[in-house]
């Protein structure tokens, strides 16, 4: 009796096939798709039975990975060497370790989908277990993007032009255009600006005043960002002209030198506007028949838009 139980056992062990599973995750599948003692119990709900077994003769590869889709790639080794490979795939990972389970078990015992379950052993993984793992995975948040690199530790060109408003130069308030070049690195800009400014005709006593400028300014900015604070030190060629009332000469021009502060604030990755403060030396005063009828602003103000071209911080 006890060789025929002996017989009968190895019938049964016989009778059930076995494969041994390597399981691999891309990195970008990690989160998302079933590791090893997963996708055994999927495989086990389907079969009744682990049919995994570290000393088979059958060889199971499965890799997850993770592209427009998911996509699994499921290759079976036969003992005689004969193998077989199929690609599945699908928007969710656990549908797609449905799909999987269902290939592995149809490889690995295709008569035992038809066969009655056995009951599993204490030590396998249960699919409700495997399926509160997916859920977990799922709800995960997504992994924390890397930082910003900082920026370039060496001088970078940049510049841009720009629009200003002047107020306090000249008797009526002067528009014009600039451009700014000069070097970035890491918090700290230089930069060597040029801009023209016009008014039109302003009272100025009895006259009507008009009044023109050109000028270059050298600036060192320290920004922190959305901010920069900047200094300035130039000179501007500084004309006014009247259409009656001047005693000699009808037009003047002088040559001007000036310091400034300035503070912009960035209005996206390429845009800014900001504010000047400008003393001019020495202040430019309008004299009619003798008597000084205008004096520019002790402190100028100046309101800028501009653009940035070039390195960005």
Same mark, same amino acid.
């Given at each position: 009796m006890?060789?025929?139980?002996?017989?009968?056992a190895?019938?049964?062990?016989?009778?059930?096939?076995?494969?041994?599973l390597v $399981?691999?995750?891309?990195?970008?599948?990690? *989160?998302?798709?079933?590791?090893?003692?997963a996708?055994?119990?999927?495989v086990?709900?389907?079969l009744?039975?682990?049919?995994?077994?570290?000393?088979?003769a059958?060889?199971?590869?499965?890799?997850f990975?993770?592209? !427009?889709?998911?996509v699994?790639?499921?290759?079976?080794?036969?003992?005689?060497?004969?193998e077989?490979?199929?690609?599945?795939?699908?928007? $969710?990972?656990?549908?797609?370790a449905?799909?999987?389970?269902?290939?592995?078990?149809?490889?690995?015992?295709?008569?035992?989908?038809d066969?009655?379950?056995?009951?599993?052993?204490?030590?396998?993984?249960?699919p409700?277990?495997?399926?509160e793992?997916?859920? !977990?995975?799922?709800?995960?948040?997504?992994?924390?993007?890397a930082?910003?690199?900082?920026?370039p530790?060496h001088?970078a060109?940049?510049?841009?032009?720009?629009?200003?408003?002047?107020?306090?130069?000249?008797? $009526?308030?002067?528009?014009?255009?600039?451009v700014?070049?000069?070097?970035?690195?890491?918090?700290?800009?230089l930069?060597?600006? *040029?801009e023209?400014?016009?008014?039109s005709?302003?009272?100025?006593?009895?006259?009507?005043?008009?009044?023109?400028?050109?000028?270059?300014?050298?600036?060192?900015?320290?920004?922190?960002?959305p901010?920069e604070a900047?200094? !300035?030190?130039?000179?501007?060629?500084?004309?006014?002209?009247?259409?009656?009332?001047?005693?000699?000469?009808?037009?003047?021009? !002088?040559?001007?030198?000036?310091?400034?502060?300035?503070?912009?604030?960035?209005?996206?990755p390429?845009?800014?506007?900001?504010?000047?403060?400008?003393?001019?030396?020495?202040?430019?005063?309008?004299?009619?028949?003798?008597?000084?009828?205008?004096?520019?602003?002790?402190?100028?103000?100046?309101?800028?838009?501009?653009?940035?071209?070039?390195?960005?911080?």
């Amino acid at each position: 009796m006890i060789a025929a139980a002996v017989m009968v056992a190895a019938a049964l062990v016989a009778a059930d096939p076995t494969a041994v599973l390597v $399981s691999e995750r891309a990195p970008d599948a990690l *989160a998302a798709c079933p590791d090893a003692p997963a996708l055994t119990a999927l495989v086990m709900r389907r079969l009744g039975r682990d049919p995994f077994d570290p000393l088979a003769a059958r060889k199971a590869f499965v890799r997850f990975e993770r592209k !427009r889709s998911f996509v699994a790639v499921v290759r079976v080794r036969e003992p005689d060497g004969r193998e077989g490979t199929r690609t599945l795939g699908d928007r $969710s990972c656990q549908a797609l370790a449905e799909q999987v389970a269902l290939a592995l078990a149809v490889a690995i015992d295709p008569l035992g989908l038809d066969r009655p379950h056995f009951v599993r052993p204490a030590w396998a993984v249960r699919p409700a277990e495997a399926d509160e793992t997916f859920r !977990r995975r799922r709800a995960a948040p997504a992994p924390t993007p890397a930082p910003r690199p900082p920026p370039p530790d060496h001088w970078a060109l940049a510049g841009g032009p720009s629009l200003g408003v002047r107020l306090g130069f000249a008797p $009526s308030v002067m528009l014009g255009v600039g451009v700014d070049a000069g070097f970035v690195r890491r918090d700290w800009r230089l930069a060597l600006r *040029a801009e023209t400014l016009f008014s039109s005709p302003g009272e100025a006593g009895a006259s009507l005043v008009a009044a023109s400028s050109a000028g270059l300014a050298l600036g060192a900015c320290y920004r922190a960002l959305p901010l920069e604070a900047c200094v !300035r030190v130039g000179i501007t060629s500084w004309t006014i002209a009247a259409s009656e009332g001047l005693t000699v000469p009808v037009e003047a021009t !002088r040559l001007l030198g000036f310091g400034a502060l300035a503070a912009t604030l960035a209005a996206g990755p390429r845009a800014y506007v900001g504010v000047e403060l400008l003393v001019p030396l020495p202040r430019p005063v309008l004299v009619v028949d003798g008597a000084d009828v205008w004096r520019a602003w002790p402190v100028v103000l100046a309101l800028t838009v501009g653009a940035r071209l070039g390195a960005t911080p």
